[in-house]
C-alpha cells in the first residue's frame, strides 16, 4: 500500500514536470512562428519594395 502512494505522488510530480515542458515547447515553437513570419514580411518587403 505505501509504494502505491510513493508511485501515484511520483506521478503527480512527472505530469507537473510535463506540464511545463509541454508549455515551454509551446512557447518556443510560437517564438519560431512569429521569428518566420517577420523573416517573410521583410523578404517581401525586399523584394517588392512596398
Do not use: H, N, P
Request: net charge positive; proline share 0%.
Amino acid at each position: 500500500m505505501q509504494k502505491q502512494s510513493q508511485y501515484r505522488k511520483a506521478g503527480a510530480k512527472a505530469i507537473a514536470i510535463d506540464g511545463r515542458k509541454e508549455l515551454k515547447r509551446y512557447y518556443t515553437y510560437l517564438l519560431i512562428a512569429a521569428l518566420a513570419c517577420a523573416a517573410f514580411a521583410l523578404s517581401l518587403y525586399a523584394v517588392f519594395g512596398l
